[in-house]
Nanobody, 116 residues
Framework: QVQLVESGGGLVQAGGSLRLSCAASGSIFRFNAMGWYRQGPGKQRELVAA???????NYADSVKGRFTISRDIAKNTVYLRMNSLKPEDTAVYYCNAKDYTAFNFWGQGTQVTVSS
């Protein structure tokens, strides 16, 4: 049973910062990749950032230079540091883990609200 538990969301003013955490039950090397998706009001869920088991990272163009994904292998945790937040970053952020069969596991989501 895979569990992904997110934390760190909240309300922040534009220009502020937040750090999201995603703690996995067990080693994160069980997964081919882990990442963060978000779903804004009336929008489809979209990839924000992802990191592969080999450490390869990719970001959505809209967050490049502002967001940083990282991981702590000893803590089985993936982080998303979000700086220079904008109102358009407002969304529910979901932690995702993809195993080697391409099956997706999801966290419960954490709300990020950026006020202007």
């Amino acid at each position: 049973q895979v569990q992904l538990v997110e934390s760190g969301g909240g309300l922040v003013q534009a220009g502020g910062s937040l750090r999201l955490s995603c703690a996995a039950s067990g080693s994160i090397f069980r997964f081919n990749a882990m990442g963060w998706y978000r779903q804004g009001p009336g929008k489809q869920r979209e990839l924000v950032a992802a990191i592969t088991s080999g450490g390869r990272i990719n970001y959505a163009d809209s967050v490049k230079g502002r967001f940083t994904i990282s991981r702590d292998i000893a803590k089985n945790t993936v982080y998303l540091r979000m700086n220079s937040l904008k109102p358009e970053d407002t969304a529910v952020y979901y932690c995702n883990a993809k195993d080697y069969t391409a099956f997706n596991f999801w966290g419960q989501g954490t709300q990020v609200t950026v006020s202007s």
